[in-house]
């Protein structure tokens, strides 16, 4: 492997790494703030950079969660889809494409189901494992190996 695709690789990782501890920290202190709007009894403190969320209403708390998960999953697609342009033949970035509409667009409908119908829970389940799943480098995981199967496959 040429040092500058290994250079690639590792400079993406840790792109994806800190994004994914962002995105995580950022959902478990909108978490600790909704219970404290609860009056549950936690100890914690908010990191300095997301004190704007000790000033949140419930509903503040709400739409933040669903801006960030917007957030998240269209920085996971840019990184994925910049990863693959540059890594491979810029063929597969429509797999790039497909993968993350695809898997957004079921979510939604799971979303959309459990909006519909609250009692119907497993949907929302449905709908946020979905959501994780492209707010991280899951797709990329999955569209590596499919990729290099279909260059074996096309050379054979």
């Given at each position: 492997?040429?040092p500058?695709?290994?250079?690639?690789?590792?400079?993406?990782a840790i792109?994806?790494?800190?994004i994914g501890?962002?995105?995580?920290?950022?959902f478990?202190?909108?978490?600790?703030?909704?219970?404290?709007?609860q009056?549950?009894?936690n100890?914690?403190?908010i990191?300095?950079?997301?004190?704007?969320?000790?000033?949140q209403?419930?509903?503040?708390l709400?739409l933040?969660r669903w801006?960030?998960?917007?957030?998240?999953?269209?920085v996971?697609?840019?990184?994925?889809?910049?990863?693959?342009r540059?890594?491979?033949?810029?063929?597969?970035?429509?797999w790039?494409?497909?993968?993350?509409l695809?898997?957004?667009?079921?979510?939604?409908?799971?979303?959309?189901?459990?909006?519909?119908?609250?009692n119907?829970?497993?949907s929302?389940?449905?709908?946020?494992?979905?959501?994780?799943m492209i707010?991280s480098?899951?797709?990329l995981?999955?569209?590596?190996?499919l990729?290099?199967?279909?260059k074996?496959?096309?050379?054979?």
């Open positions: 492997m040429k500058r695709k290994v250079i690639r690789i590792i400079l993406f792109g994806f790494f800190a501890y962002l995105r995580e920290s950022i478990v202190n909108i978490a600790y703030s909704e219970w404290a709007l009056d549950v009894d100890h914690f403190e990191p300095e950079y997301l004190n704007f969320l000790k000033s209403t419930a509903e503040g709400f933040l801006a960030f998960t917007l957030t998240f999953i269209l996971n697609f840019a990184l994925t889809y910049w990863f693959v540059l890594t491979y033949n810029r063929k597969f970035q429509k790039v494409i497909l993968c993350f695809i898997i957004f667009l079921i979510s939604a409908l799971f979303y959309g189901l459990y909006y519909l119908n609250p119907f829970e497993t929302y389940t449905i709908a946020r494992q979905l959501a994780g707010q480098p899951f797709a995981i999955v569209i590596i190996p990729i290099e199967l279909n074996k496959l096309q050379s054979t």
